[in-house]
């Protein structure tokens, strides 16, 4: 089993709908929680931090839920410019101070 | 805001080739990181280096090797290049602390002729 797990996608859909992704992990000791946004041939970019009590970025949602030990992102009224491959990352327990990421998400928001 | 430069976005080698990847940051991170990305297969880890002279194999180090004798710089050293080390190679950096985030380069996009 990967210790961080995506599904692919691509999800497709229109301007202005409500969009959700799912992200799961292995280890449930894993202490921080982050998405990224990376746009094509870009580098990732953190897109917010995961907070346990779930937190919010203007349209942007992330929840928490360490019982199930899953990561959700909320993108409310998309954008064009959302069109972006959404990466879940998590640290593990442990010394070193490495994130695991997941293969990542596909969004195409389309008019 | 962080900064963690690599010093090309494109770079064309031969098969054979000793080829070095620059990386350097600005805000005094211990922790450096060195990806490869390829169509597909998300982010694999080559290695990373938690302090100066310290480093750590990740998830694919073969062929690789890293060298890192300052805080601000990591370099990734191919020793004899190949064609399937052909891709996109991203830096990174983090601060040490749980809710710290990576921050990357813009990249290297390196093909082996």
């Known amino acids: 089993r990967k210790e961080v797990e995506q599904d692919p996608g691509p999800f497709n859909v229109p301007e202005g709908a409500t969009v959700a992704f799912n992200c799961t992990y292995s280890?449930?000791?894993?202490?921080?929680f982050f998405w990224y946004r990376q746009d094509c041939r870009k580098e990732p970019k953190l897109l917010m931090s995961?907070?346990?009590s779930g937190n919010e970025d203007g349209r942007f949602t992330a929840q928490l839920n360490r019982a199930s030990q899953y990561i959700s992102l909320l993108i409310r009224d998309s954008k064009l410019s959302d069109s972006a491959t959404y990466l879940c990352?998590?640290?593990?327990?442990?010394?070193?101070?490495?994130?695991?990421f997941g293969a990542g998400t596909r969004l195409a928001v389309h008019p | 805001d962080v900064k963690v430069t690599q010093s090309s976005r494109y770079l064309v080698k031969r098969t054979g080739e000793k080829v070095f990847l620059e990386c350097v940051q600005d805000?005094?991170?211990?922790?450096m990181f060195w990806y490869r990305q390829d169509p597909g297969l998300g982010l694999r880890l080559i290695y990373f280096?938690?302090?100066?002279?310290?480093?750590e194999k990740g998830d694919i180090p073969e062929g690789y090797s890293v060298s890192r004798e300052k805080k601000e710089r990591f370099s990734l050293i191919l020793e004899s290049a190949s064609t399937n080390q052909t891709s996109m190679y991203l830096c990174?950096?983090?601060?040490?602390?749980?809710?710290?985030?990576?921050?990357f380069g813009d990249g290297t996009r390196l093909s082996i002729l």
């Open positions: 990174a950096s983090r601060g040490t602390g749980g809710q710290q985030p990576q921050h």
């Open positions: 280890n449930s000791a894993s202490q921080s």
């Open positions: 995961v907070y346990s």
């Open positions: 990352v998590v640290k593990p327990p442990g010394g070193y101070n490495k994130l695991i």
């Open positions: 805000m005094d991170h211990e922790n």
């Open positions: 280096s938690y302090d100066v002279k310290m480093k």
